[in-house]
């Protein structure tokens, strides 16, 4: 996928996800094939007020290839001045969420919230892309309760954008049902912009029924959770089935930046997802552990077995 004068390389991207694509992570998903990455969402108030707490969330390894940073928001302004933060000089191309689904966030009228308002969205998307020279993309979800993806995307290009994704999922469907393949392939064929498809992708055969769409690449979230190896397999790449060295490698990128309480706890949900067929006693432990360290062993002793 070529977008302004940035060659992807290829078509499989990381999604953005809130407490989940951290450095490490997108480090890892890079190391298996990932032509580009995402950061967690941003937000554009906290870069503007305390741009401090967004800091550590905006730090990117030099394993990942085509670097995208997620903001949101639902203020023009704000939005325009947090893209023209420095925190952000590193990123390749800008992405804004109008996708999440997050109660909290859509409450704010942000993420998938603008997806009622489109004037809005439309400003906001103007004003971005006003405040850089670096492409400028759109994350949005089919609509709040209805398919408006239609109109939406037409809005998002008229209005400047780049490149737009679509979740194929409703607001109120949160991330269940099946995503609306249907609904990506008429997106693709109304607009002249590049369409990326996200949506239900784990595996060979999801993968293969995406890009039936049409789609110019394919952005994976969940599919990625505990499997980064899932773009080594998309691309039929050889790699070591032993996850071991890869963990300690997400671990090791977070203590650079991190200290060991708050790696101890974030590190639990992905070390189950990494570990998905550990049971029992040592599955508890893992999740209830006090040190990374002690939860490393039993890890190691579930791939050891």
């Not at 997108?26 to 967004?54: I, Q, W």
């Not at 990942?64 to 947090?82: L, T, V, Y």
């Not at 000089?89 to 009228?109: E, F, R, S, T």
């Not at 949900?269 to 490393?296: F, M, N, Q």
């Amino acid at each position: 996928m070529l977008v302004k004068d940035i060659d992807f390389g290829g078509n499989l991207i990381l999604a953005p996800m809130a407490g989940v694509t951290d450095i490490g992570f997108r480090d890892v998903c890079s190391y298996f094939g990932a032509d580009a990455t995402c950061s967690e969402m941003l937000s554009a108030r906290a870069m503007y007020h305390n741009p401090k707490k967004t800091a550590l969330m905006t730090i990117c390894s030099p394993r990942e290839k085509i670097k995208i940073g997620q903001i949101f928001g639902h203020e023009p302004d704000i939005m325009a001045e947090a893209i023209a933060n420095p925190l952000l000089n590193h990123y390749d191309i800008i992405d804004i969420n109008m996708g999440c689904p997050a109660p909290k966030i859509v409450k704010n009228g942000e993420g998938s919230a603008l997806l009622n308002d489109p004037l809005l969205a439309s400003k906001i998307i103007a004003s971005c892309v006003k405040s850089t020279k670096r492409p400028v993309s759109v994350k949005f979800r089919l609509g709040v309760r209805q398919d408006n993806s239609l109109e939406f995307g037409r809005m998002c290009e008229e209005s400047g954008a780049s490149f737009v994704t679509l979740h194929a999922r409703t607001t109120e469907q949160g991330y269940s049902g099946q995503a609306d393949l249907e609904a990506i392939a008429r997106l693709k064929s109304a607009l002249k912009i590049p369409v990326i498809g996200n949506g239900d992708v784990v595996d060979k055969v999801s993968y293969d029924k995406m890009l039936a769409t049409g789609v110019d690449a394919v952005m994976i979230g969940r599919g990625a959770q505990g499997t980064p190896n899932i773009f080594s397999e998309l691309k039929n790449l050889e790699y070591d089935k032993n996850l071991m060295p890869i963990i300690r490698r997400h671990v090791e990128l977070l203590r650079e930046h991190y200290d060991e309480e708050f790696i101890t706890k974030y590190m639990r949900k992905h070390l189950l997802w990494y570990c998905s067929g550990l049971k029992g006693e040592d599955r508890i432990k893992v999740a209830t552990s006090p040190s990374i360290d002690e939860s490393l062993k039993i890890i190691e002793s579930y791939f050891n077995n």
